[in-house]
């Protein structure tokens, strides 16, 4: 590459949790700038599935971690172009890159829920997750399949 790599913002923690993972997660669910309301949709949300699951040992925001772990792919494919055929490679996916991955399908999947408030659709998809089912969780298991059907082109691996 020309250019050179752009240096890796620093996160800070969020307030409530002091955890980075939470800010980026946070990051990804705000719209237009506005970081505060973003915040109040997480915390909601993590409330609500503390009051679902309250009855079991867990705390909420281990629901949530536990969650990601289960919609964050492992495998997925890549276009890549070789004498006039273009071949869908698996390659492993870097760990940045899954864990982006895994909490933009959760918001996304989350926001196309139906429900009344984005805490409700987001907690609903949290549990979906935490259970292995739910639409963020139905594309991670996707990807993988499409890994798999395409493992014959893995020596095309750039």
Known sequence: ???????????????????VLVTQFVNNLMLEGKKSIAYGIFYDAINLVGEKVKDSDKAPLEVWKKALENVTPQLEVKSRRVGGA?????TEVRPERKISLSMKNMIAFARKRSGRSMAEKLSAEILAAYNEEGGAFKRKEEMHRMAEANKAFAHFRF
């Open 1 to 19: 590459m020309r250019k050179t790599k752009p240096k890796k913002r620093i996160l800070l923690p969020d307030p409530k949790y002091a955890d």
């Open 86 to 90: 273009n071949f869908q490679v698996p």
